[in-house]
């Protein structure tokens, strides 16, 4: 392949030197620092391969590329005001942060805790069943609840309905 | 007006790449050296730096203004002015032609019959060129421009064996008609 490459190399770019309507400096710039859009690229690699002039710039925009980049990134530095690498991961702790700090202000307002215990669900449970249920254990209303009335050998729905 | 220490201080991480690229630059008809063109390219560094302050360190914006200007600077002076301007002279391109042929045989040392046989090899491989199917003939174009795999490959967003197996297959295709018709 490289011998081919040498042997018709000068002369196509002999042929290729004449192009109609190269692009902008700045599309091949987009093209060298790799932002160019698919549609872009492809037009504009069509239009590298047919000319040898645009070749040679882009061959000198890659060439800059990693350099110029280094050198602008290190020049911009944390006091241009970007972002600095930290920031990113420090935000997301922060809002994590935020939200456990809401949630838990949440559930100490509402008294959320209480809300879910044993006890306030048996007895409401044991107030809309039975008014004379109020009394009992936790333990007495969930055998009632649960089979303790069979044990008793009452039938199950009577005390259940009051009937 | 003096450009500044906060200029300056910019453009000292630049030059040194400007410089190394420019360098590389192998048109033939360049007229400046390129100290002069990392003059051009620093000037038009600095007007951009002095308008349009709010920008003035993203660096993003910085590369593009960079690589415009290098580009700019290179076209400006590249012997032919007309770079841009030579589809719109297609009418009298043949005429041209022929003149750029006496002219370039005047010049030449190898003498007229090695200058056909370059016009009339350069016709047969453009022609050759053209049959191949589109993806092998951006890649042969590509690399017969001097551009290697890796970069072909950076050209078309693909993976190393895809623009190898492009190239190579467009090469032997080439290869094979070359010979044909010799």
Redesign the interface.
Known sequence: ?KD??QR??A??????R?????P???S???L??GRAW?WQ?RRL??H???C??C???Y??????RS???D??????GPA???APAWLPSGLAAAALAGVTALGIAVLVETGAPDSWSVSDTVAISDAERSPGGRGQSEDTLFKSDFGASEAADVPLFRDDFGS | MSPGPEFD??WR??A???R???S????RDLALGADDLVQEVRIRVWNVFTGDRNSR????Y???V???????A??SH?GTLA??V??ETSAGEAEENEVALVEQIGNDDRGPDALFA?QE??AR??AA?ERLPADR??AV???????TVP?IAE???CDRNRAHNL??RG?RA??EWMSEET
């Open positions: 392949m081919f490459q018709y190399s002369v196509f770019r002999r042929a290729a004449k192009a109609d309507h190269c902008s400096g700045d091949l710039a987009m060298a620092a698919p690229r690699v069509d590298i391969g047919r040898g002039d070749a040679d710039d061959r000198v925009l890659a060439a800059a350099g110029l980049l050198a602008l990134e290190a020049h911009a241009s005001g970007h | 201080e910019l991480t630049l040194p790449h400007v190394a690229a420019v590389r630059h192998r048109s360190l993203k660096p993003s910085y590369y593009k960079v690589n415009s200007a290098i580009i700019d290179l076209r590249r770079h841009s030579r589809a370059e090899q350069r491989l453009l060129i003939r951006r174009t590509l690399f017969l421009q001097g551009f970069e050209f078309f967003g190239t190579y090469v080439l290869k």
